[in-house]
């Protein structure tokens, strides 16, 4: 007998993990964007090689404040799952392109690698789950049908 | 730019490119995963008290073609709590389709109404207009 899909609906329970990964995103920038050399490190270099370390910080910063913004508007006034769908890309692309990067890095200069590097490939898998969860709700608000009213 | 982050470059657009497309076949999952599910209602039981009527009705049974009678009797049951679960679905369908269907009509009027109006207040103001062009 069919279950009904009880006990299926945890796809779309994400709200937390989002807010929890934009957070991350903010407190990387944060990081990044104090006054010490951090991308001099080996592991860092290939990051800097690509944009310089303010820049880096402050794409961070930049996505996770849209994403905290999109995130607040969905829970107290309007639900946008699209901009939530958005934001989620977004922030996996960054946590996917920083882990890449810091791999290839450490390998190619022969560095030790981060333990902290493991939590970047973490984020990015969950930050998938959240896009699943945003598409769930793109469906469920109907937020690509255009309605007049 | 120097060779090396060029060739990182070139890495990096490919990976985020596949990136992209993941997660957006990601949402399409959740897409149809929420069109998929169906409203929720709670599969039909018998409870413990229509189990014990039901226990009593085979129990009492004197011969195997009573016994038949009696599991008969039973099915029948079930299969009509089964159809009645199934018809309670196809009214909230359709309930849902109506609603969804009076909205747009709704909406409709309103943009007809509004339309109406604005076309109105446009004539007046051209017969406005004649009217001081003509005096």
Redesign the interface.
């Known amino acids: 007998m069919s279950n009904n899909n009880v006990g299926m609906t945890s796809l779309n329970k994400t709200r937390s993990t989002e807010w929890l990964l934009a957070l991350c995103a903010l407190g990387w920038g944060w990081t990044v964007l104090q006054p010490n050399a951090l991308f001099q490190e080996p592991m860092y270099r290939l990051m800097s090689a690509v944009f310089r370390e303010p820049t880096w910080g402050c794409l961070a910063i930049l996505i996770g404040t849209l994403r905290c913004l999109g995130l607040g508007i969905n829970g107290l006034w309007r639900r946008t799952p699209l901009i939530r769908m958005a934001g989620s890309i977004a922030s996996g692309l960054l946590w996917l392109t920083i882990a890449f990067l810091m791999f290839v890095s450490t390998r190619a200069f022969d560095a030790p690698m981060p333990a902290a590097w493991v939590y970047y490939v973490i984020f990015f898998v969950f930050e998938g789950w959240c896009v699943a969860a945003a598409g769930y709700d793109i469906f469920k608000n109907s937020s690509l049908s255009y309605r007049v009213v | 730019m ?1 060779p ?2 060029t060739d ?2 070139s ?2 657009l490919a ?2 490119g596949t ?2 497309g ?2 957006i076949a ?6 149809l ?6 409203p ?2 709670a ?1 039909p039981t018998v409870g413990p008290s229509a189990l014990g009527q039901i226990g009593g009705m085979v129990m009492g049974q004197q011969d195997l073609r009573d016994l038949i009678e009696a599991f008969r009797a039973m099915a029948a049951s079930h299969d009509r709590c089964t159809l009645a679960r199934e018809a309670e679905m196809e009214v909230r369908k359709r309930l849902a389709k109506e609603r969804r269907e009076h ?2 009509d709704m ?2 009027r309103r ?1 007809e109404e509004w339309r109406q109006s604005s076309d109105l207040l446009r004539t007046l103001c051209d017969r406005l207009r004649d009217m001081k062009l003509t005096t």
């Open positions: 120097a090396e982050a990182i470059w890495w990096l990976l985020l990136g992209s993941g997660a990601l949402a399409f999952f959740g897409w995963k929420a069109k998929a599910e169906k929720y209602i599969p909205e747009v909406a409709d943009h």
